[in-house]
């Protein structure tokens, strides 16, 4: 939360007493960052995000990866089916970024194979659609 003093002033410069206003601020995700128009040179940062495909290898068991919103088209991911969409050895939580709604869209594997395809190699994921 932030708050800001504010003093208001007629036209005769007549001051108001001093008032606050209570502005509520999103705290920036403590995790890796994905965009959609990442470019796979970044590091996982809000500066230098993640491509999906990056996050799925890179990230590290237990981190919390923020897909920014967007549709996210898996091209090279198998994400349904008998396939593994990695092979990192621990489960990591998978969001959409705060405010926003990140999409995996996939039409080469049903919802249902998309959703126990993630749930199997990552553990969890939250506020993330599939379609």
């Known amino acids: 939360?932030?708050?800001?003093?504010?003093?208001?002033?007629?036209?005769?410069?007549?001051?108001s007493a001093p008032?606050?206003?209570?502005?509520?601020?999103?705290?920036v995700p403590v995790g890796k960052i994905v965009?959609?128009?990442?470019?796979?040179?970044?590091?996982?940062?809000?500066?230098?995000?993640?491509?999906?495909?990056?996050a799925l290898a890179q990230y590290?068991?237990?981190d919390k990866i923020w897909l920014h919103g967007g549709v996210?088209?898996?091209?090279?991911?198998a994400l349904g089916g008998d396939a593994c969409v990695s092979a990192r050895p621990g489960p990591a939580t998978f969001s959409s970024?705060?405010?926003?709604?990140?999409?995996?869209?996939?039409?080469r594997a049903?919802?249902?194979?998309?959703?126990?395809t993630?749930?199997?190699a990552f553990g969890e994921y939250r506020e993330v659609a599939i379609d």
């Open 1 to 15: 939360m932030t708050v800001l003093r504010f003093v208001a002033v007629d036209e005769a410069g007549n001051e």
């Open 19 to 27: 008032f606050d206003v209570t502005i509520p601020v999103a705290a």
């Open 35 to 54: 965009a959609v128009g990442a470019t796979g040179a970044g590091v996982g940062t809000e500066n230098s995000p993640w491509t999906l495909a990056q």
């Open 60 to 62: 590290v068991p237990g």
């Open 72 to 77: 996210y088209a898996p091209t090279g991911i």
């Open 97 to 107: 970024y705060p405010g926003e709604l990140a999409v995996i869209d996939d039409a």
């Open 110 to 116: 049903t919802v249902g194979e998309i959703a126990d």
């Open 118 to 120: 993630l749930r199997e």
